[in-house]
């Protein structure tokens, strides 16, 4: 294998070599950033794009308690719908790519970089500290050599000096001693330098030793590997950028073929049977017009007497003909066959479709006294006012407007939600019943009176909406041609009151039909209903304890000195059997004797699953009931 070691060819490329490795590996880095860089913005592409989906489907949905939601019953439309589900759960795949990518590449290689950047950092200062400490070993050798080299050359001029004082005879015996003990003195000063510098010599000789076999081959090594580990980093980042892709893509296909499934579902057939439910109207075909003769009065035998007669009525008889005619087809044109009455409130009054006058030669006053009296044609004429009112944008109360299938269902989705709102109704009495049941037993907790106003309204509402019911199942019965008797299905829906006499409720639809076409509520408020008798007042009178609906916890310790309270410790297990109704106090029991209210901040509840469903009703109040009612909180 061959390493950056190898690069140390020459002492004097030594600083190039480590130079140009500190540029690669610095290219390195960047090469890891770059591509993290591309990562990241490609998560944010996935973002983007999934975002993108999620708002198309969401555009697309059907919006709630819209016309639009009418139109998801045909198998075409909800394709259309499965596909836009589809989307979304395509566009929640590109979200998992986007965050697999964040945390197993972005994520991790932004950590790997700056982990790689220090570990580079401390490489090559280990490499400078090395180059700095032989460049030191070297200035002391070339400090010690040029200091053993100027005591060498002192010495010998010394000694030359020395030689010429002892050669000259005029020199006393005291200069000559001491130029000789001077050669001396430097002589032994150049071997002490040259022992000196032999010893840097051999010391700088073992640094540079180290400096190139060991320490700098050493860091060399250490940047090598560390090289080799960024390069197999990123090869592995590219796997598992793939990876991430790959794993995604079974539940891709998965959702495709929910789309392809949801295309193949579409059925023709029965998406046109549904239109044809949708706006069926019940009118039977009109029947074929008649043959009006107008050539009678021409075959009658001609006479002196029929000539003045009809010279007489002559003038006359042709312009009353042509009124009739117009007078009597307020619904037809000419050419046309007349179009079916719309629907009436009484199943007696709907025509087959108006009929063609029969004897022309009736003055045109009886005709439309016969017009208006007949009990059919008035009807005509209210159907045709409702027609009108409801083109002025002020529809009949009773649908009668629509036709005959039309006007059933209408009616039937009215009945179903004047039943939701006696339910809802009763549901909110139930509980303001029960929770005056427990102010009375607990006056401490607030005042029973103060809910009486609230009850009485409530009662009043149930009463004004079972007469809407009663009217609106009124018109339904006459409708589909039947004794206006509640079905069992009717009963079970609504469970708000029992079966009225067919006598009464047929009546009842009569009665309330005025001269106008339009319908009066006198008799229906005149009908009395008898309300099934709640067993509330039966719960709280009976003296039995009341049933447990959980445990509880006690998280703090608690004096209970009030009456009505309990006294609990820290850590205790108790029963709940009443839950906090909105005032922040619990009800609980510690044996049959023992039972009392705690806050309920100082414990943990944990209500049964069977518990839960009881309490609705009763939680629904404190949250929907626009009641003044509140309760008392303990001090």
Known sequence: MTLFPGLLLEQCSYKDQFDNLE?????????????????????????SYAKQLRNLSKKYQPKKNSKEEEEYRYTSTRAFLATLNEMNDYAGQHEVISENMTSLITGELTRYVQELKQERKSHFHDGRKAQQHIETCWKQL???????????????????????????????????????????????????????????????????????YTHIPNIFQKIQEMEERRIVRIGESMKTFAEVDRQVIPIIGKCLDEITKAAESIDHKNDSQLVIEAFKSGFEPPGDIEFEDFTQPMKRTVSESSLSNSRGDGKSEPKFGGKSKGKLWPFIKKNKPPPPPPASASPSAVPNGPQSPKQQKEPLSHRFNEFMTSKPKIHCFRSLKRGLSLKLGAGPEDFSNLPPEQRRKKLQQKVDELNKDIQKEMDQRDALTKMKDVYIKNPQMGDAASVDHRLAELGQNIEKLRIEVQKFEGWLAEVEGRLPMRTEQARRQSGLYEAQNTSAVNSCAQDRES???????????ETEMKVPATDFDDEFDDEEPLPTIGTCKALYTFEGQNEGTISVAEGEMLYVIEEDKGDGWTRIRRNEDEEGYVPTSYVEVYLDKNAKAETKSLTSFWTASPSPVSPVHWK
Not at 152 to 168: I, L, N, S, T
């Open 142 to 212: 070339e400090a010690s050599k040029r200091r053993f080299e100027r005591d060498c050359k002192e010495a010998d001029r010394a000694q030359q000096y020395f030689e010429k004082m002892d050669a000259d005879i005029n020199v006393t015996k005291a200069d000559v001693e001491k130029a000789r003990q001077q050669a001396q003195l430097r002589h032994q000063m150049a071997e002490d330098s040259k022992a000196e510098y032999s010893s840097t010599l051999q010391k700088f000789n073992s640094e540079q030793h180290d400096h190139y």
């Open 23 to 47: 540029k690669h590996t610095q290219w390195g880095i960047d090469v890891l950033e770059k591509y993290v860089k591309f990562v990241k913005e490609r998560t944010e592409i996935e973002l």
């Open 515 to 525: 001269p106008d076409g339009s319908y009066t509520e006198e008799q229906s408020q």
